[in-house]
Structure formats: C-alpha cells, structure tokens
C-alpha cells in the first residue's frame, strides 16, 4: 500500500510539472521576441524558481534557460530559412526572435547549429534563386 501512495504521488508531480512547464511554453510561443527573465516565468506559472527549474528537468531534461535559448536559436534558423528577401538580414531575424547581443547570438548559433547564421540566410536566398 505505501508503494501505491509513492506512485501517485510521482504521478500527480509529474502531471503538475507537465502544467507548468506547458503554461510557459504558451507564454514564451505568444512571445518570442521579448526578453523574459526565469523569475518572471516562475511568477507566471504560479511556481517559485526551484519549482520552475525542477519540473524542466524532469519533463524535458533541461533547464528553463537551456530550453529558451534553444526555441529561440530554432526560432531564429527557421525565420533565416525561410527568408525570401534579400532585404533580410542575420541582425534583424536575430533582434525579432529575443536576442539582443548580437555578437553571443552568432556563436550560440554555430554551436547550436554548426554554421554561422549568414551561412544559413545565404543559402536560403540562394535556393529561392534557383
């Protein structure tokens, strides 16, 4: 019977962590280009940080300021590869998906990615081209 009661338990802190952490997700999807803070999203989420940052790990194995530069790099690479202007630049897709240094934005951008971001507009303008 105590097996029970630790079982649902886990389960209901599992369910809750999935509430949290899909209730930021929204949020950061209705707001990609605005910075955010983690203590913002916890107050958000109704949570306090060690909470925030423990339902990341365990519903997605990262934490909430991993999982925001990664959506916001992904973000980014598909706004360059689906650029079909030449009026497009790496510095305003980069400014409009929440990222305001531009030099860190590059080389989060090539270690996330392994090409610069000029690298993914070139080729996205050069396949549109052909």
Known sequence: MCQE?????THRSRTS??????KVENYLADHSDQPVSIPQLGVLAGVSERTLRSAFQTVLGISPKAYIRARRLRNARSRLRQSSSEDATVSGIAMSSGFSHLGHFAQEYYAFFGETPSETL???TTRKAL
């Open 122 to 124: 070139r080729a996205s």
């Open 5 to 9: 009661v630790v079982t649902d338990k």
């Open 17 to 22: 962590h999935s509430q949290i952490v899909n």
